[in-house]
């Protein structure tokens, strides 16, 4: 009989997520990823008007918020025949972006550093020496022995008051953790200024979206922010996206070379087969062609092979999904008929185990998200993708090859932010010269359509791949189903018994200590999941249950 470690809850990620592991000789043997909510959004909207779908599924989720408004317009608009203004693109970039900005740097700082950031070791640490290590490895805005020395108490005094909040109950002392106690004080010290600073860059949302979460400025047709497009409100969002684009180059990329160099052994670690992008940014009406993150799929690892994604290919399976029985369907015709029935993991494939469908791309799981994103850019030759990876391989020491890992998934989330961020500059500066040109019309008129009408909206978000797919009769939707970026990466297995990327990724994975599965973590951290519970690990060496409380 075997060992059951139930860690309980996962926590730093949205929603409601289980992740059962069976170890053997000290590696994670199987996996298993359960979905534990049932959303249901799809069912709502039936019936509905198409022009306000957007507002209902962009609260899906209270950290994506825009992703989803984005995408539902855009399908609605595709069936409808429609193509917005110039500046509507370029406003809807703007948002795209600072979501982006935004997304990223919580998801490293405040969700999935402490996977590799040891914060009651930092209480060891010598402030003079932290300084010296922080002017040696970063620009940022702050630093000196007498800061430092000031975090150092602050830690002290959260941890001698016995209320850690969001740091309690972590595994503070494992092994694992390999930063020193000054590159750890150093690192906590970043955890807390980029506290003060994504309450900024959320603001970038409510300079043109009228307030975040759940921005209100889409409209199928374009959007209702042309008031906005005045010089006070322009160089608002400017000084906004400055602000944190600067700390991005001068902290947050450093931190992630820094941190790198201590965990090369994770480019090993934790990596998958398949990635998919739908891209986004698109720098006109022509698309993909023009998007800014390219389309593409890799299959099999072959960055020589990429090729351009169609959305025809999409189908969800429901095997081991707690939905009525039936065979796998594009999205088009996609069902969404709750039967919820027993958790069942029981064999190497299981039975059914989670809410979530198990999204397949011509019949193959495939990962999405930053790394997926970055890698099919670097296959296709993307200039501006191409210099940050190649950068960063060349500081660290390591191939390209290293990218396939949760190391790769972690650094690929800051790469981009980077991409990403600059471009932005250029958008803003478009919108200056149609303004200037008094090109700013921000709405393009439309007619409903006669007869039954179908259209898809895709967009790459910073959790990766997501598509909205709408059937409209009679003003009405019809049926309305969307994939989301968490429902490809953490799916269960397909009617072929093939695992989600998180369950392949989670598969060899080392587990030092299974009562402390810290390394388990950090891979289902590094796809930043959009829903969340517990993890489950089992070993088949015992019957002994411990029951472990994490951050």
Not at 57 to 64: A, I
Not at 519 to 530: A, G, M, N, Q, Y
Request: proline share 6%.
């Amino acid at each position: 009989m075997g060992k059951r470690v139930i860690v309980d809850p996962i926590t730093r990620i949205e929603g409601h997520l289980r992740i059962e592991v069976e170890v053997e000789d000290g590696k994670v043997k199987n996996a298993w990823s359960s979905g534990q909510m049932f959303r249901g959004i799809e069912i709502i909207l039936q019936g509905r008007d198409p022009r306000d779908a957007h507002h209902f599924v962009q609260r899906s989720c209270g950290v994506c918020t825009y992703t989803h408004a984005l995408a539902s317009v855009r399908a609605v608009e595709d069936a409808l025949g429609v193509t917005v203004p110039p500046a509507a693109r370029l406003i809807r970039n703007l948002m795209h972006g600072a979501q982006f900005q935004h997304d990223h740097l919580v998801h490293f700082y405040h969700l999935h550093a402490l996977d590799w950031v040891d914060i009651v070791s930092a209480l060891k640490a010598d402030p003079v020496k932290t300084a010296k290590l922080s002017e040696n490895s970063n620009n940022a805005a702050w630093g000196g022995a007498t800061y430092f020395k000031l975090i150092k108490q602050r830690l002290q005094t959260f941890v001698d008051s016995g209320q850690l909040g969001p740091i309690n109950n972590a595994y503070w002392g494992h092994p694992a953790y390999k930063l020193s106690p000054e590159a750890n004080l150093m690192a906590s010290s970043h955890y807390i200024e980029a506290l003060k600073l994504q309450a900024r860059t959320a603001k970038m949302h409510a300079v043109f979206g009228g307030k975040n979460p759940h921005l209100q400025f889409l409209a199928v047709g374009g959007v209702t922010c042309v008031r906005d497009l005045n010089p006070a409100r322009i160089a608002e969002f400017l000084h906004l996206w400055k602000e944190t684009q600067d700390f991005v180059k001068n902290v947050y990329i450093p931190d992630i070379l820094a941190a790198a160099q201590f965990y090369k052994d994770w480019g090993g670690i934790g990596g998958t087969t398949n990635f998919l992008a739908w891209g986004d940014f698109p720098g006109s009406d022509k698309e993909p062609e023009s998007l800014l993150m390219p389309r593409g799929v890799i299959k099999n690892r072959d960055l020589k092979g990429v090729a351009m994604a169609d959305h025809k290919k999409v189908t969800e399976h429901v095997t081991h999904s707690w939905y009525e029985k039936g065979k796998a369907k594009h999205p088009y015709d996609g069902e969404t008929k709750p039967q919820h029935g027993d958790y069942d993991t029981k064999g190497d494939i299981g039975g059914k185990y989670s809410w979530m469908k198990a999204p397949r791309y011509d019949g193959e799981s495939c990962e999405v998200g930053p790394l997926s994103r970055v890698l099919v850019a670097y296959a296709k030759g993307d200039k501006a993708v191409a210099k940050v990876v190649n950068d960063t391989v060349k500081k660290l020491d390591i191939p390209v090859t290293a990218l396939f890992s949760t190391l790769g998934r972690t650094a690929a989330r800051g790469l981009e932010t980077i991409v990403v961020g600059d471009a932005m500059e250029t958008m803003i500066n478009d919108v200056i010269e149609l303004v200037k040109d008094g090109k700013a019309n921000t709405y393009q008129p439309w007619e409903w359509p006669t007869k039954e009408v179908m259209g898809y909206g895709l967009n790459d978000v910073p959790r990766g791949a997501l598509g909205h797919w709408v059937r409209i009769k009679d003003k009405k939707i019809l049926n309305y189903q969307y994939v989301v970026p968490s429902t490809w990466n953490l799916g269960p297995r397909c009617e072929k018994g093939v695992p989600g990327p998180v369950e392949e990724s989670l598969i060899g994975t080392p587990v030092a200590d299974p009562k402390r599965p810290l390394e388990i973590l950090r891979t289902v951290h590094s796809f930043d999941p959009c829903i969340a519970c517990g993890v489950h690990v089992i070993d088949p060496n015992s019957n002994e249950v411990y029951k472990i409380r994490v951050v």
